[in-house]
């Protein structure tokens, strides 16, 4: 600011730096932190055909069902290749690292194999949250999703 | 602007005012964007999905955001899947096709989520994106502060 000469020419910087700090403290007391999201891409059959579509192709597909919840398994049944994974009772940990290690010797065969994950009506979304993260782990990104 | 009072130099207000009407210009517009979302919602991890930044969602796209009960809404309205139909077909006859982000709750039953998936096919959008946490940054969970905590746990200690 071009003032005129005075004895103290120097720009009074106090209030900006009061201002400057008030800001600093309010933006670092109300912003919060927003989590970081992340997206898994899936395919979707039309609605009104069966597995015909998927049939039709001579590939290797893999096929996960997703089965209803029950009270000792919240997470909800993972069945791989008509094999429930985890035991019967089956704890979902142990059914997400059986599925997992499932899918890395897939993976190591062909990355484009298509997924196929069939989910039971009352099956939570978690689950089927859980599968597809699994899926995009092992680099499978071909994964369409049906419901039983 | 009143410069003559040397001796006793009054403060100008001018810079101030334009940082507070920045400042109220800033919180109205970042408030009413966060308001548009459905607050119930707790989201599953999804950790290896796609990283979701502004850069690699085009603007174009259309979030659905279904609650653990069902309930199905955009910009925390709640419509009804023949809603969506309607929306998603007139948005893809007017651009073609673009990003459908399902942002559905960890307990919500597929039933609901497969509504949703069956409008969108129906009106010609074939993939579909659910939305998950990739880095829990906010720590929620961990912090047992809200009632979205206590339902998580309750569930998850089932």
Same mark, same amino acid.
């Given at each position: ?148 | ?21 920045? $400042? %109220?210009?800033?919180?109205?517009? +970042? ?5 548009? *979302? ?5 989201? @599953?991890? #999804? ?53 459908? $982000? %399902?942002?559905?709750?960890?307990? +919500? ?5 497969? *509504? ?5 096919? @129906?009106? #010609? ?34």
């Amino acid at each position: 600011m071009a003032k005129k000469p005075q004895e103290n020419p120097a720009l009074d910087m106090t209030p900006m730096i009061d201002v400057v700090f008030e800001l600093i403290i309010f933006f670092v007391v109300t912003i919060k932190q927003e989590d970081l999201f992340s997206r898994l891409n899936v395919n979707r059959p039309a609605p009104a055909t069966s597995s015909s579509a998927s049939d039709s192709s001579d590939d290797i597909t893999v096929t996960i069902e997703i089965g209803r919840r029950y009270d000792n398994n919240p997470g909800g049944v993972i069945v791989y290749n008509k094999k429930a994974l985890g035991g019967p009772i089956g704890s979902t940990a142990d059914a997400r690292r059986e599925l997992d290690r499932n899918l890395k010797d897939i993976a190591k065969t062909s990355t484009k194999t298509p997924i196929i994950v069939k989910c039971a009506e009352d099956s939570p979304h978690k689950a089927l949250v859980d599968v597809l993260d699994i899926c995009y782990k092992n680099k499978l990104f071909s994964v369409s999703v049906f419901t039983l | 602007m009143a410069r003559k009072a040397q001796e006793n130099p009054a403060l100008d207000m001018t810079p101030m005012i334009d940082v507070v009407f920045e $400042l %109220i210009i800033f919180f109205v517009v +970042t408030l009413t964007e966060a308001q548009r *979302k459905d607050e119930t919602i707790i989201l @599953e991890d #999804g950790r290896h999905g796609e990283a979701l930044t502004p850069e690699n969602l085009p603007p174009t796209h259309m979030q659905i955001d279904i609650s653990a009960k069902g309930r199905i809404s955009m910009g925390d309205r709640t419509i009804d899947p023949a809603e969506v139909k309607r929306r998603v077909a007139e948005k893809y006859k007017k651009i073609g096709e673009f990003p459908v $982000l %399902i942002r559905a709750d960890f307990q +919500t039953a597929h039933r609901d989520v497969a *509504k949703v998936m069956n409008a969108c096919t @129906e009106a #010609g959008i074939w993939k579909i994106s659910f939305m998950a946490v990739g880095e829990d940054k906010t720590n929620e969970r961990a912090t047992n502060k809200n009632e979205n905590f206590n339902r998580w746990r309750k569930w998850r200690g089932k």
